[in-house]
């Protein structure tokens, strides 16, 4: 099992940012990559970045790319998602998820962050 905690949602205007953090905890020694998933009123549970947790490389949807970075923190368990330039559809609950090696669906959910950009 792994635990996940996202913090750093808010309110921001057009054009700012903001940073997300998850923290994993329980059995981080299986983590394959993590990634961040974001759900609108109304719509369905969308990709938008992923990072591997053993070389950090990263993947990212097309409407985020450019404007969102995701990193990590091993040694904290740790992964970011610096969101800048943000738009107001870039709001939504933002959820990190975690699948672990030798699965091919994240299969670990936090219970997500809101995030809200007025125009």
């Known amino acids: 099992q792994v635990q996940l905690v996202e913090s750093g949602g808010g309110l921001v205007q057009a054009g700012g940012s903001l940073r997300l953090s998850c923290a994993a905890s329980g059995r981080t020694f299986s983590i394959n990559d993590m990634g961040w998933f974001r759900q609108a009123p109304g719509k369905e549970r969308a990709f938008v970045t992923s990072i591997t947790w053993s070389d950090g490389s990263t993947s990212y949807g097309y409407s985020v790319k450019g404007r969102f970075t995701i990193s990590r923190d091993n040694a904290k368990n740790t992964v970011y998602l610096q969101m800048n330039s943000l738009k107001p559809e870039d709001t939504a609950v933002y959820y990190c998820?975690?699948?672990?090696?030798?699965?091919?669906?994240?299969?670990?959910w936090g219970p997500g962050t809101q995030v809200t950009v007025s125009s």
């Open positions: 998820a975690v699948r672990v090696r030798g699965e091919g669906r994240y299969a670990y």
